[in-house]
C-alpha cells in the first residue's frame, strides 16, 4: 500500500511539474515522499494564488509543512514535518509542535509556508532559535492574498488550508526543530 500510495504521488505530483505554467525552482527527488509532498504544497499554493512567486523567488530560504495536524477540545495541539529549502534545494528537516489552551473545538489539516527574508531570518531558525510569540499571525491563503502580505521580523507566514474546520486560527507558541541534510549547524 505505501508503494502503491508513493508511486500515485509521484506520478500526480510529475503530471503537475509538466502542465504548470509556471516556473519551477524547487525540483524534487522522486524517491523521497516528503520532498514530492512539499512540491505539491508549492504547487496547490501558487495555483490558488500565483502572487506567490514573489514570495519563492525574493526569499533567502522557506520553510515547507505540507500536512499540519491540528485539533482540539479546550486544550488542542498540531504537528507537522517538512523541509528547509534554499537556493532552490531541500538543506533541512524540520518539524512544528504547538500547545494550545483555550477556546477551541474541531480539527483541520493545513499547509504552512514559513518565508525568511534574508539570510539572518534563516539561520536563526536553522540554530533552533525560532518560535512565534504571541503576536504572531498568518496569512490565510486565497487569490490576491500575497499581494498585501509583507515580512514581520524577517518572516512571512501563509497557511493554504485543506481539509476539516476548527473555530480557532492562531501559530503562536509554535515551536519548531531542524535537522540539516549535510552538516550539524
Known amino acids: 500500500e505505501k508503494t502503491m500510495r508513493k508511486a500515485m504521488l509521484s506520478f500526480i505530483t510529475l503530471v ?11 525540483e524534487p527527488d522522486t524517491s523521497d515522499e516528503l520532498q514530492l509532498s512539499v512540491a505539491k504544497a508549492i504547487l496547490d499554493l501558487k495555483k490558488k494564488d500565483p502572487g506567490m512567486d514573489k514570495f519563492f523567488n525574493g526569499a533567502a530560504g522557506y520553510a515547507v509543512f505540507p500536512k499540519v495536524g491540528k485539533g482540539g477540545i479546550g486544550v488542542g495541539g498540531a504537528h507537522g514535518k517538512g523541509l528547509v529549502i534554499a537556493n532552490d534545494e531541500a538543506v533541512g528537516k524540520t518539524s512544528l509542535s504547538q ?26 531558525f536553522q540554530r533552533g532559535n525560532f518560535e512565534f510569540g504571541a503576536q504572531a499571525s498568518a496569512v490565510a491563503v486565497t487569490l490576491g492574498a500575497s499581494a498585501d502580505a509583507i515580512y514581520y521580523k524577517g518572516v512571512a507566514v501563509f497557511t493554504n488550508v485543506g481539509v476539516g474546520l476548527m473555530y480557532e486560527a492562531t501559530i503562536s507558541g509554535q515551536k519548531f526543530k531542524y535537522e540539516s541534510l549535510y552538516f550539524a549547524i
Not at 503537475?16 to 524547487?26: D, H
Not at 499547509?111 to 525568511?116: D, E, L, S, T
Request: charged share 5%; aromatic share 18%; net charge negative.
Open 16 to 26: 503537475l511539474l509538466i502542465s504548470s505554467s509556471t516556473l519551477w525552482a524547487f
Open 99 to 124: 500547545v494550545t489552551v483555550g477556546f477551541q473545538l474541531g480539527g483541520q489539516v493545513y499547509a504552512q509556508f514559513i518565508f525568511f527574508e534574508d539570510a539572518t531570518a534563516l539561520s536563526s
